[in-house]
Structure formats: C-alpha cells, structure tokens
C-alpha cells in the first residue's frame, strides 16, 4: 500500500515491484461503484453521509473532481493460483472478493470520518488494542480456543484509520 495526495493520477507507483508482470489498473469509486447488497448500510454510504467535523460528505458522480482535500490509497495485489483449468476463475474470483473488501472498507473509513477524526495516533492504537482484545474474545468464545492459539494462527489486524481517505486505487496483478 502506498498513499499520495493525488486522484489516482500516478500509473508508474509500483513499476519497481512489478515491472516484470501483466498489470491491471482498477480504480475504486467509494461513492458510485456498487457494493454487494449484503453489505450495503446506509449510514455507510458516501452518497447519503456527511461529516459534521469535516462538512465532506454527499459525494455524488465526479467528486473526485470537486472534493478537496483528497488522497489515493495504492494497493498492489498478486494472486497466483497455479492449477489447471481452475486458475484464471480463482485469480479473478480473489481479485473481486479483495476489490469488494477494498470498497467496502474505504466506505466505512470515510463514513467513519467523526469517530476517528480527532484522534491521535496514540489513541489510535489504543483503540487497536482494545479492538484487538475483543476480536479474541468473541473468536475464543465462539470456538473455545485460547487467545495464544487465536493470535498464533490469525495474527488479527485492525485498520488504521487515515485522514482525508477519499478514495482508493487499485492496482491488480495477475500472472
């Protein structure tokens, strides 16, 4: 993941880590492109939301144009699934699930704006900590594992909130 102060404007981000591989470049619309309906909450919606701390908010169609501050969020993903007859519908079946993960998750951070805002980066872990702590709870309760056990396997993490999250660029890989 890389972050710039631009509207998704820089193709050449990851050339050094992937200069040898066929590329795909996907933009990620938080406003406009459609989530699976499953996860659609109105509250979370950049159409409908507007921050009472920033005043962004309301995004509608061509925000990236109008909207100040605004900041692109780079991610490189690679996927290789080596078996055949089953690799190319994996490796885009992986690419959705993590485009649709992508989305969803830079909604929430935009419409999540008041919650996080003000805080400070020790607060923010903080508030990763405690998150941490629960998350293993629930998962130990639910399948009567100890949190050593679940923290060895899962590794959990929690998303660092960021300021000025407008969007997100995506960059895909396949091979």
């Known amino acids: 993941t890389k972050y710039e102060d631009n509207k998704g404007s820089n193709d050449s981000i990851f050339d050094k880590e992937a200069k040898d591989l066929e590329r795909e470049v996907c933009f990620i619309d938080i406003a406009c492109d459609e989530i699976p309906e499953r996860y659609y909450k109105e509250s979370e919606d950049p159409k409908h939301f507007k921050s009472q701390k920033t005043g962004r908010g309301l995004l509608k169609e061509g925000w990236r144009d109008t909207q100040q501050p605004i900041m692109c969020s780079y991610k490189l993903v690679t996927v290789k699934f080596e078996v055949w007859g089953l690799q190319t519908r994996v490796e885009q079946f992986v690419h959705k699930v993590v485009r649709d993960i992508l ?73």
Not at 162 to 175: D, E, G
Request: charged share 30%; aromatic share 10%; glycine share 2%.
């Open 103 to 175: 989305l969803i998750g830079h909604r929430q951070a935009f419409a999540w704006v008041d919650e996080w805002y003000d805080m400070t980066m020790d607060d923010v872990r903080e508030y990763e900590k405690n998150m941490h702590e629960k998350t293993n709870i629930k998962v130990c309760s639910q399948h009567s594992s100890t949190v050593d056990e679940i923290e060895s396997h899962a590794k959990a993490r929690v998303c660092r909130f960021f300021k000025h999250i407008a969007h997100s660029h995506l960059i895909c890989t396949c091979k």
